[in-house]
């Protein structure tokens, strides 16, 4: 599991989501969520993260679930022609919004192993160009590359910015 707070400084959030919570947003997506992506909602979410990326909680001001639901129906309004991409065309009703980068409109995807011994994936839908990156291992990996160097930043993301800021107005502590 990814050492969130090597990247992200100490969590902020004190309190896990309660287990209803993640309940709920998991029997919506139909699956367990993987585990590095519940500890960064845990210790960080409800927050922006390097500037622009939103980070919703299932408690939050903008609640997880809601905000996967919203997010969900605008990703398949809009990327509707990449439905049937290789990547993606096995998983497409299953891609699970994760964050929104709000500088661009890009949005952050969790994407479901198509067996049951694959690992989820995650995937950047650019807004502009307009493509889907699908990138090998999941949430910690790739804030670990877009942090540390590697893969650097998503193409027309601004660097440079704090790494972890508390939504304004957030319910959490």
Known sequence: MTDFSALLGPAERFRPAAPASW???????GAELPSDYKALVDGYG???????????????????????????????????????????????????PWAYHDWNGDVCLLVPPIDDEGAWAVAVAFRQCPRIDVLKGG????????????????????????????AEGSPLI
Not at 23 to 29: D, P
């Open 46 to 96: 409800d927050a922006v993260l390097l500037g622009h990326l939103f980070l919703p909680h299932p408690q939050g001001g903008d609640p997880l679930l809601t905000f996967m639901q919203e997010e969900q129906d605008h990703f398949h309004h809009a990327y509707d022609h990449h439905r049937d991409s290789p990547a993606l065309a096995l998983v497409w009703d299953r891609l699970v």
């Open 139 to 166: 949430v910690g990996d790739f804030l670990t590359a877009v942090l540390r160097g590697g893969r650097g930043l998503p193409a027309g993301w601004p660097g440079g910015l704090q790494r972890w800021q508390s």
């Open 23 to 29: 309940q709920e947003v998991e029997a919506w997506v």
